[in-house]
């Protein structure tokens, strides 16, 4: 079979992926305000349990915050999803570089908190449930089937 010339490859053209940020960005908040909305809501709810939070200077840490629960300090990762896709949250839960997605490893972080915006649901993950992975799966609440870190909520 011939190939039309500029045929994509099972691979979206990148004038589609823009569209389709756009269509994101038009159905709610862009992912950045999503995400600082999640570190907000993230503090507010660390701090009204009696934990101490504190944010490293900089971007340069592959964590967002420092948590002293009283026994011990916690490097984590906040990350929020409002996207509700073929019934499940599909948290990315990786960093990028140069737009390749980069699982998290366990030098780097002690937790992956997931925040489902729409669910107000908080899902509080350890770095041995994430190694090697670029995204998790959550069922919405009251759904049948739980899903394999509802133990975490």
Known sequence: MDKTKGAS????????????????????LPGAKQ????????????????LVVAKPYGNMHRYDFIVDGGSGLWRVQVKACATFLDGF????ICR????????????????V????VPEQTWYVVPVREVVGRTSLSFRPKGFPRLDRHAHYR
């Open 89 to 92: 949250y599909k948290v990315r």
């Open 35 to 50: 995400g600082d909305l999640g570190e907000a809501a993230f503090v507010y709810k660390a701090v009204s349990l009696g």
């Open 96 to 111: 990028r570089k140069d737009g390749v997605p980069i699982a998290y490893t366990a030098s780097e972080i002690d937790f």
């Open 9 to 28: 490859r099972g691979r979206n053209p990148a004038s589609c992926q823009r569209s389709a940020r756009k269509a994101a960005r038009a159905r709610g």
């Open 113 to 116: 908190l997931a925040c489902i």
